[in-house]
């Protein structure tokens, strides 16, 4: 098992930054994948960006390129996500998965765990 717990999110304005972070406990060296979700009011959770184990390989979605960098500790167990320029549709509850299978796949489908998600409101 894999428990997941997100912090940072909050409401900022247009053009703010955040940080968001995300721990895992128990078998934490079982979590090859890091990846972080988004769900906006009304719509389908979405992939954000994802990281393996090595940190070498980096997926991310096309609206968030060059605003959003994900990246890994040296243990692997947390997970962070720096977001620049932020937009108001960037705004929704922000999800941290784990994936099991070291197989570099970043679909909502593949993730084995969960995390409880993080509010991230940008005004505008």
């Known amino acids: 098992q894999v428990h997941l717990v997100e912090s940072g999110g909050g409401l900022v304005q247009a053009g703010d930054s955040l940080r968001l972070s995300c721990t895992a406990s128990?078998?934490?060296?079982?979590?090859?994948?890091l990846a972080w979700f988004r769900q906006a009011p009304g719509k389908e959770r979405e992939s954000v960006a994802a990281?393996?184990?090595?940190?070498?390989?980096?997926s991310y979605a096309d609206s968030v390129k060059d605003r959003f960098t994900i990246s890994r500790d040296h243990g692997g167990a947390t997970v962070y996500l720096e977001m620049n320029n932020l937009l108001p549709e960037d705004t929704g509850v922000y999800y941290c998965?784990?994936?099991?299978?070291?197989?570099?796949?970043?679909?909502?489908?593949?993730?084995?765990?969960w995390g409880q998600g993080t509010q991230v409101t940008v005004s505008s």
């Open positions: 998965a784990a994936r099991v299978d070291p197989a570099f796949k970043t679909d909502a489908q593949s993730m084995d765990y």
């Open positions: 128990g078998r934490t060296n079982s979590a090859n994948i």
């Open positions: 990281v393996s184990w090595s940190g070498y390989l980096r």
